[in-house]
Structure formats: C-alpha cells, structure tokens
C-alpha cells in the first residue's frame, strides 16, 4: 500500500491521513519556522518533525517556500482593533503593533519569505491572504468608528482606502529594507498621507468626488468633470 495510509507518527500509532497528517505537517513546519526561520527550514526536517516521509509533503506542497508560506499562515494571528477614542490614535496604535511584529523574529520570517517568493504572484498572494478581508477587517472596524464619530465620510469604508497605511509601511521593510521603522516616519504616514486621504473621501459640493490636493496645491485632475481617469497599477500587497 501507498501513500498518506502508510504514514504513521511513530511506532504503534494511529495511521494519519487527509486532513489530521497535513496539520501535522503544518505544525512541524511552523515550529521549524519559529526554531530556524526560513532559512534553515528544509523539508527533511519538517518530515522528521512531523513523523512522516517526505513524499507526504511534497503531495501537498510543490517546494520548501510553498510549504514556509502555509506554515507561516499558521502563525498569523488577527489584530484585534484598538479604540482610543480618535482616529489618528487608532491608525498610530495599529501602525505601531504592526512595526513590532515585523521587526521581530516573527516579522524577519515574513520578510525572508518575500524575498524567496520574488515575483511569483500565486505565493505573494497567499501570503497576502491572511490579509484580504481579514487584514483589512481592523483598518474598516476604526474607520467605521470614525465615520460613526464624525471624524470621516462614509467613502472612506472601502478596503483600499482603509489600509494605505499598512500598504506604506510594508514598503519600508519591502523596498527600503530597513529592519523597523522609525516613530516618526509613522507619523508622517498617518498626519500627511493617511488622514488628509481619509477626509477627503466624500463628495465635492459639485457632486464630483473630492480628493486631497496634490503638492502643489492643485485638485487632483482625475476628481475633475471631463478629466481622464489615470489608473494605479497596484501590488500584490495591496488588499483587494
């Protein structure tokens, strides 16, 4: 007999198949993951870890960064919001939280895993995806709370919009490189970037949509009558 029947966790023990052996692999893989990041995670060792052959994960998963990407999505837990009373105190508070996990060993196997997926789309995706809805469900909750205070229109609650500050801050770690980001560049995202965006979400007395200004203190043409639309090529970061 072949395949997942035959694996077993140890002498004695139950057979594991479908879905109990791939969590099993699935822990293994994360506790590599916490012990050697990404780095030192191989698939003998998960194997090993987990009391099975290696034949079990490769069914599973295509290579190693496949596998660390499922892993690692096991490790992600959901932000719970926090309620400051003000908008620009949320944004900060969840801005801050978010700089400390990726600063942390935790946050060096996400960006080590960014770096081995390069530009393959599919697995950027996935590691996205513990973001999707679910990343983008706190950002919604403060702005929803803003909204309820007066402090943004309703257009503001739209994905997008609602995690800017998220999508600016990954670059500091993605394109920049830097290990943390400094305070005061959290501020500047929040103060010139992200709230002016927020505000200026409803509509213009003219019934066209408002934006913020541009540098120059010009209306942004594509809020304008007649103007063409001028389309942003986004990244698989970007929440949908």
């Known amino acids: 007999m072949t395949g997942d029947a035959r694996e077993r966790p140890g002498s004695g023990q139950t057979r594991r198949r479908g879905a109990v052996l791939e969590e099993a692999i699935l822990r293994a893989a994360a506790d590599e993951l916490t012990a050697s990041g990404y780095a030192g995670l191989t698939m003998d060792k998960v194997a090993a870890r987990a009391g099975t052959n290696k034949n079990a994960l490769y069914r599973r998963w295509p290579n190693r960064l496949a596998l660390g990407i499922a892993a690692y999505r096991q490790l992600a837990t959901t932000v719970q919001p926090p309620d400051t009373g003000t908008l620009r105190g949320d944004v900060l508070e969840l801005l801050r939280r978010a700089n400390r996990n990726w600063s942390s060993p935790f946050g060096a196997i996400l960006r080590e895993l960014l770096s081995a997926a390069g530009g393959t ?23 929803g709370r803003a909204v309820a205070r007066g402090e943004a229109p309703p257009e503001a609650l739209h994905p997008r919009v609602a995690t800017v500050a998220m999508v600016l801050l990954r670059n500091e770690f993605v394109v920049r490189g830097v290990p943390t980001a400094p305070d005061d560049v959290l501020v500047e995202i929040v103060d010139e970037v992200y709230l002016p965006l927020v505000r200026h979400r409803g509509p213009a007395p003219d019934g066209t949509r408002n934006r913020p200004p541009d540098a120059t203190g010009a209306p942004d043409p594509k809020g304008l009558p007649g103007s063409p639309g001028i389309s942003a090529r986004t990244g698989p970061w970007d929440s949908p």
């Open 121 to 143: 789309t599919e697995l950027l995706a996935q590691l996205q995806d513990q973001s999707g809805d679910t990343a983008a469900a706190p950002w919604l909750t403060v702005i």
